[in-house]
C-alpha cells in the first residue's frame, strides 16, 4: 500500500533516448548506445541521481536486443557512470568518468563556519599546574557518591529517570532549588528555574533567549574565554569592562550602557580570572544603573558559596528580581556532572525552557538525580564544609607564598573561589614568561587569552583550587624565581655592555 | 595590595555641589540641600550608581555642618532617591521619587527574540498515546542497568570521571564507538568522533558548524519538529523535500540542490514521522546527487538499528565518507541518559568540538561511562535483541489493526522504527479530529506539527514504539472507529434532511 508515488518512478518519464546507431558500423551497437549515454551524461541531460530506463523497456523503445542494451549497461558500469540496481533499472553515478571515489570531495575549510578563537595550548604535564579552573579531585567524596548513587539507583523511580524527560529539569530537583533560592532571597513568586548542563550551556542559551547579531552586551575584562567565545561566535558586539579588585569598573559599566548595551553579564562574586569581589555597596550601585538603563543582567553565581574568608554579599538577584541568576553544583561538587541552573523571571524561563528543548531536549535525568539526592541526604553541605576549609589553607598558602615570591608583582589575593591575577613588573609578557615557567615546573594560563578588546598581556591567571597548599607553595616559590631571572636577565640586558675590555 | 583603583574612588571627581542656600529661609537646610541634590538628579546631572561625597567631605566643600549633610542624605535615602553605604558614601539609586521596588521593569517580550513555534499541546492523560517517539520504559531492563551502574561506580576510575573532562567525550566511549563504526563501515581512517548530549545536540552543533542566517537546507517534510525549529530559530532557509514511501523524493530534491541548498538533513531508515526508509538504489543516487553538487549530508542514523523486518541497508556515510553520521543509544536505550554522537571527517569534529566547549564543555561523564559499560558488556546487544523481539510483536499488531480498522485511510507499515504515517480520509482534518480522539480515548500528533512549508491537515503520526501489542490494536480500534464516525457524520451532513417528514 503505497503512501505516496515511490521516488524511483517517473525519474526519467521527460527523457526520450534517440540514439543515432549504426548497424553497418565496426563500433558494436551495445558501446553506440553506451557512447550515446555517455554523451547525455558529459552534456548534462542525465545528471547524477537520474535513473536510466530499465534494459527492457529502453530495448522496446529503441528498437534493439535486450541483451545488446545491457551490454551497454555493463559497460557504463565498469566505467563508473551509472549503477545498477536489481529490478530497478540503473542510474547515473557521476557526470566524467572517473570512478566514484575520486568524486568531488567536499572542500571543508569552505563549509564550515569559521573559528575564532585561539587554543590556549594543551597544559603541560609534569608541572604544577595553575591553568586550570577547578576544584581537586583528591577531594572527591567518592564513597559518600557511591552510596549517594546506590541508594537512587535502588529506587523503583529509576525507571521514570531512563525515559525521556522535560526540557524544564527533574521536577524534584527544580523543586528543591527553588526552594533553597527563596530561603537565599533570589526567587520570588514570578521566578521559575531551568536545569542545564553546567553554567556553560546557561550563558549558551540565554545568549539565545537575548541576543541576535549585533546586540551590545557588556562583559568583564579580562574574563572567562567560554563566556567570550559565545558571545562572539554569535555575533554579539561585545564591550568589555574592566574588573579592579572590586570587579567591575562603574563609570566603564556607565559608559557601555550608555554605548547600547543591552546585556550585562558579571560574576560578582570571586571573578574568574581575576578573583574580584564587588562590595555590597558596589553591587547596588550596578544594579541602580542597569535598572535605569533597561538592560538585562545575567549574574554568574558559580563561585559565591566558595568564601574562605570574609562574610556573604547580597547577590544582585535579591537586590532587583529582573536579574537572571547562574548557579551550578560544579565548583563545590563534580564538574564531570554537567548540572547547572538559571533562576529567572517566569517569561525568561519559558524561552530559555523552549531553547533548550531545541539544544539537546534536556539534561540527563540520572545526574540530576544523583546530585539532587546528593544535596538533599546532607552529603552535599558536608562536602562543601570540607572544600571550604581546604580552600582556607589553599588561600593561606597563595598568600605567604606570593608575600614571599612574588614582591615585583602587583596582585590581590581573594576571599574565596579558585581564581587570582598577578600583573607581572612593568615590561614582562606573560605569553614569553610560559615558556620559562613551564621549563622551571609551573604553568599558567597567560592574561591575554581573558582579553576582550585590551592588551593582558603584562598579567596571568593563576588556578590554585585545584592544588594542594604544598604545591601551591612550591609552585608559586617557583614562578617567583622565574620572574625574578627574567627581569634580572632584562636589566643585564640593558646594561651598555663592555665587551673585550 | 591593590589590583588597580577601587571602583568607588572617582565617581564623582568631576562633579561640584554649589546649592544656592538660603540661611534666612523656613525651609531648614538640609531640605534645601536634599531638594538641591534632587534637582540635580531629576536633572540627569547625577544619574543611577552615581556616589555621592561622603558627608564630611560634602560638608567642609559648600561651608555646611556635617549633620546637616547627614540629615540631608537621611531625608534623601527616605525618599528612595540614594542608599548609604557605611564608610563609602551614599549612591543614587533612582530618578524619581518612586521608591526603588517600583523602579522600571524589563518588559520581557521585547528583551526576548521571539518563539516561533507552536506548542504540540500537552499529551492527554489517561488515554492510548500514540503521540511520543519513544521507548517503552516497561522493556527497560532496571536490574541490569543498576548492575551496570554498580560496576562503573566501583571503579577507581570514578575519581576522574567527575572531573572536568574532554569536549571531545569520554575517550573510551569515542574509541569504542569509532571500532564499531569501522566495522560497520561509516568511518575511515580520515573521521572522527565527537559525543553529544543525544542526536538533538548533535544537529544543534553542525547547525552552527555548517549554516549563517540564509543557508538553505534542504529537510525531509513530513519532518521531526524538533529539527525544522532548531534550523528556523538560527535563521536557516529551509527547503521541504517530501518524503514517500521510499523517503525523500529525489526530483524534489535534485531541485533543492539545484535552489542552492548546501546542507541536506536525511534519516534513511524509518523516518520521524513517515517511519519512510530509503531503499538501497535510492541511497546511491542521493548520494551520486548530493556528491555532484557539493551539498554536505548529515545522515540522522538514530533509527536505524531497529529493524523488525527485512535487511539492513548500507548507510548513507558507507557510500560516502564526505556524510556526517549521527547516532545515538537513546531508541534503543534510555532516552532520559542524553549521550549522542557524531562520526564526520576531521575538520568537521575539529570545529564540532570547538563550538561543543561553547555550548557546554562536554557530556556528562558518568553517562558517558555507564552506557559505554552497558555496551561493552554486552548487555546492550541483549536488551537491543528484546527490543526489537517486542518491536516485531508491536509491527505485527500495527499491521493486523489497520489492515482492520483503517480502511478508509492510506498508510505504509514500516519495517522499523518507532512511527508511521496516516494520510486520512480526503477533506479530513487530524487538528479537528484530534478533540475526538482524545475523548474517545486515544491520542496522536497531527500533521502540521510536521511541516515545513506544505499543509499536512490531512495526516497524523502514530508512534507506537512506546506502547504494547494489546494498547496498539485497542488504539487504532479506537481511532478507526473515531475516522468512521466523522467520515459518516460527514456523509449524513452533506445529504439532503427532510425535516419533519
Known amino acids: 500500500m503505497a503512501l505516496r508515488q515511490s521516488n524511483m518512478d517517473?525519474?526519467?518519464?521527460?527523457?526520450?533516448?534517440?540514439?543515432?546507431?549504426d548497424t553497418a558500423s565496426d563500433i558494436p551497437l551495445y558501446r553506440q548506445l553506451g557512447d550515446y549515454v555517455q554523451r547525455l551524461i558529459a552534456g548534462g541531460d542525465l545528471r547524477p541521481g537520474d535513473r536510466l530506463p530499465p534494459t527492457r523497456e529502453l530495448a522496446g523503445q529503441i528498437g534493439l536486443n535486450r541483451t545488446t542494451v545491457s551490454a551497454a549497461?555493463?559497460?557504463?558500469?565498469?566505467?563508473?557512470l551509472i549503477q545498477g540496481a536489481v529490478g530497478r533499472g540503473s542510474f547515473v553515478l557521476g557526470n566524467s568518468l572517473r570512478p566514484p571515489g575520486a568524486a568531488r570531495e567536499i572542500d571543508w575549510s569552505r563549509s564550515l563556519t569559521p573559528s575564532m578563537f585561539p587554543s590556549s595550548g594543551s597544559p603541560a604535564s609534569n608541572v604544577i599546574d595553575f591553568s586550570s579552573s577547578r576544584p581537586s579531585e583528591q577531594l572527591f567524596p567518592l564513597e559518600e557518591f557511591r552510596e549517594c548513587c546506590a541508594e537512587v539507583l535502588s529506587h523503583p523511580r529509576l525507571q521514570s529517570l531512563l525515559q525521556l524527560g522535560s526540557p524544564l529539569g527533574h521536577a524534584p530537583l527544580r523543586a528543591w532549588l527553588l526552594a533553597r533560592s527563596r530561603q537565599q532571597n533570589v526567587a520570588g513568586d514570578d521566578d521559575d528555574i531551568l536545569i542545564t548542563n553546567g553554567c556553560q550551556q546557561a550563558v549558551d542559551i540565554l545568549r539565545r533567549a537575548l541576543t541576535q547579531p549585533?546586540?551590545?552586551?557588556?562583559?568583564?575584562?579580562?574574563?572567562?574565554?567560554?563566556l567570550r567565545n559565545l558571545f562572539l561566535d554569535a555575533g554579539a558586539e561585545l564591550i568589555g569592562v574592566p574588573v579592579g579588585d572590586e570587579g567591575m569598573d562603574l563609570i566603564a559599566l556607565r559608559k557601555a550602557l550608555d554605548a547600547g548595551a543591552k546585556v550585562v553579564v558579571v560574576t560578582p562574586s570571586f571573578q574568574n580570572p581575576t578573583g574580584a569581589t564587588i562590595p555590597a555597596a558596589a553591587r547596588a550601585a550596578l544594579i541602580a544603573m542597569t535598572r535605569s538603563s533597561g538592560a538585562v543582567v545575567i549574574e554568574n553565581d558559580i563561585y559565591s558559596d566558595l568564601v574562605y574568608a570574609g562574610g556573604n554579599l547580597p547577590r544582585?538577584?535579591?537586590?532587583?528580581?529582573?536579574?537572571?541568576?547562574?548557579?551550578?553544583?560544579?565548583?563545590?561538587?563534580?564538574?564531570?556532572?554537567?548540572?547547572?541552573?538559571?533562576?529567572?523571571?517566569?517569561?525568561?524561563i519559558a524561552r530559555a525552557a523552549e531553547l533548550k528543548q531545541l539544544t539537546d531536549l534536556h539534561t540527563d535525568q540520572l545526574s540530576q538525580a544523583f546530585l539532587l539526592h546528593f544535596?538533599?541526604?546532607?552529603?552535599?553541605?558536608?562536602?562543601?564544609?570540607?572544600?571550604?576549609?581546604?580552600?582556607?589553607?589553599?588561600?593561606?598558602?597563595?598568600?605567604?607564598?606570593?608575600?614571599?615570591?612574588?614582591?615585583?608583582c602587583r596582585y590581590s589575593v581573594p576571599d574565596g573561589g579558585m581564581n587570582m591575577w598577578i600583573d607581572l613588573p612593568a615590561g614582562m609578557d606573560a605569553v614569553a614568561l610560559r615558556g620559562l615557567a613551564r621549563q622551571a615546573g609551573v604553568d599558567y594560563l597567560p592574561g591575554r587569552y581573558f582579553s576582550v578588546s585590551r592588551s593582558l598581556d603584562g598579567g596571568l591567571r593563576l588556578s590554585f583550587a585545584g592544588l594542594t597548599p604544598a604545591d601551591i607553595r612550591r609552585g608559586i616559590a617557583i614562578l617567583?624565581?622565574?620572574?625574578?631571572?627574567a627581569a634580572t636577565s632584562r636589566e643585564d640586558a640593558s646594561r651598555p655592555t663592555l665587551a673585550f675590555v
Open 10 to 21: 517517473g525519474m526519467m518519464a521527460d527523457m526520450q533516448f534517440r540514439p543515432d546507431l
Open 73 to 80: 549497461y555493463e559497460w557504463l558500469e565498469s566505467e563508473g
Open 214 to 226: 549585533g546586540t551590545r552586551v557588556a562583559i568583564e575584562e579580562p574574563v572567562y574565554p567560554g
Open 316 to 348: 544582585l538577584k535579591s537586590l532587583d528580581r529582573n536579574v537572571i541568576l547562574l548557579g551550578s553544583f560544579s565548583k563545590i561538587a563534580f564538574p564531570g556532572i554537567r548540572v547547572g541552573w538559571i533562576v529567572a523571571p517566569k517569561p525568561v
Open 375 to 408: 544535596a538533599e541526604s546532607g552529603r552535599l553541605a558536608r562536602h562543601e564544609s570540607i572544600v571550604i576549609a581546604a580552600g582556607r589553607e589553599k588561600l593561606r598558602a597563595v598568600e605567604s607564598a606570593c608575600e614571599k615570591h612574588l614582591g615585583m
Open 480 to 485: 617567583g624565581g622565574v620572574i625574578d631571572n
